[in-house]
């Protein structure tokens, strides 16, 4: 019997930058499933409640990213846990030093 896999969502701004980077980074690692989205209205996927009940465990880039989380979808997360990553946006997409950022604070919480 396979363990069923974790959820984990990357949110940033956007969703251009740092959590596609993120999403990237981790896809291929099979204990866990991952997606990404931005807290912004005009970002490329949108974060919406559907996303956030989908997931395990939610990484944010930065503490306003939790700040809206908490704001927008309080009913959704119960039980979930919630990470500030701590990463300005300050990288592009797949950046190294972003790649190495995401290495080294995402997996202890996995």
Sequence with gaps: ????????????????????????????????????????????????????????????????HRSKLTRKFRRSLNGKRIVCLDIPDDYQFMDPMLVSLLESKVPRYL
């Design 1 to 64: 019997m396979s363990i069923k896999p974790r959820n984990v969502l990357f949110v940033c701004s956007q969703n251009k930058l740092r959590s596609p980077t993120a999403e990237q980074v981790f896809s291929t690692r099979e204990d866990i499933e991952v997606s990404s989205a931005g807290t912004n209205n005009d970002a490329c996927n949108p974060l919406d409640a559907e996303q956030v009940e989908w997931a395990d465990i939610i990484f944010v880039m930065e503490k306003a």
